[in-house]
């Protein structure tokens, strides 16, 4: 099974290296000593987030989650790095591939699957939601130094 590689942490960053999106077959995510899903892998607490998680997974051909589900709190953003699919919202079914973002609400019942011919990989961040504001989207502060290599 593959690990993780932190590659450097300081006391306001951590970066961590999960190899090539084709690695990503090589993780296994255990929820517990019966639950274990193949080609996933959790990344938040490696790179020590505080107000999200996120996971990359791989779906070969023909494969799917298998459930449906939902949260308690937790909005999804499903970014699709690779391959095609299906994605399934509310019993809303439609086609998804290289490019395709999903935003799903916490309520809402959602499931992926592979249709197509190649492994379909996919990113997804969950947060809390409805906690964005306007005030938000500007937080960032340019600075007024020179970025030294």
Not at 8 to 32: P, Q, T
Not at 91 to 110: C, D, Q, T
Request: glycine residues 12%; negative net charge.
């Amino acid at each position: 099974m593959k690990k993780i590689q932190i590659i450097r942490n300081g006391a306001n960053f951590c970066a961590a290296d999960f190899g090539s999106l084709a690695d990503i077959k090589d993780y296994v995510l255990e929820l517990g000593p019966e639950i274990k899903i193949p080609d996933k892998v959790f990344g938040g607490q490696a790179v020590e987030t505080t107000g999200a998680e996120f996971s990359f997974q791989i779906f070969a051909p023909g494969q799917e989650t298998g459930f449906l589900h939902t949260h308690k709190n937790h909005e999804e953003l499903y970014f699709f790095l690779r391959g095609k699919g299906e994605f399934q919202a509310d019993g809303n079914i439609f086609p998804i591939g290289e490019g395709s973002v999903v935003r799903v609400a916490p309520e809402g019942k959602r499931s992926v699957r592979n249709s197509g011919v190649e492994p379909l990989v996919m990113l997804c961040i969950q947060y809390r939601g409805n906690t964005f504001s306007a005030e938000d989207a500007t937080d960032g502060n340019i600075l007024n130094e020179p970025v030294k290599w």
